[in-house]
């Protein structure tokens, strides 16, 4: 199955340790590279994420984040912590006898750090379950790619098509080209009024064929397609295989171009070129 690089999933988890939403997004990118966001708190699940998406993804630039918030029935209730509260009484009401003047405000104590403690949670089963639920949405992302890579395969497929016609439009043209060529170089030759021998004229032909037949290159490109389809069919991290044939599509094009001696096969040679460039835009965004 082709996958394409540039995709997005994002899933909403409410459980009763709170909300947690993970967002997953590429684009094309010639390596693989991860980029997350998390929280303060669960900054150490970083590696753990990075593996993650590694181990199913071949290329993008992938970006993951969380967003977490909390239930109240899971932070638990209020404890005071009535040892530090004493000491800091003691401490303020010494201070304003020395002072001689100020006032002990009770709320200013239960605001100090540490007066009043909620229960922790158990952050290693926490963590747990948000890696649970960042599988799943790494799974809706792979199908998101794989969505998207069918729709890739279906348009690469169109313009294999295309450049097959033309390479076939081509083949039967070729004949009346080296019959035009023969005749326009006998004309040349009356014109000037020279009379050439048979074989003279032969070996002229025979020259003149080998400089504008094309040949090998039309074998060549019936090569690419069936080895480009071949892969397509295959499947899997393809990108630079396919990236690699677009090279050979257009090496074989140029040259077509350059021995071309007739308006139809010039506009065959552009429409090529078309049909190739066509092809490698949508193969930059194939994993």
Known sequence: MI????????????????????????????YLETYTRLPEQFRGLEPLVRE???????RGKVECGLRFESSLASQGQLQMNKALAEQLIEGATWVMEKAGHGSLNPVDILRWP???????????ALSNALIACLDLVIDDFLAARASEGEKLKVLIEQRLDGIEQEVAKVKTHMPDVLAWQRQRLLDRFEEARLELEPQRLEQEMVLLAQKVDVAEELDRLGAHIAETRKILKKGGACGRRLDFMMQEFNRESNTLGSKSINADITASAVELKVLIEQMREQIQNIE
């Open 114 to 124: 540490g007066v009043m403690e909620t229960q922790a949670q158990d952050m290693d």
């Open 52 to 58: 993650k998406l590694r181990a199913r993804l071949q």
């Open 3 to 30: 996958h394409s690089m540039t995709a997005y999933a994002r899933q909403e988890f409410k459980q009763d340790w709170g909300t947690a939403v993970w967002e997953i997004r590429s684009v094309n990118q010639r």
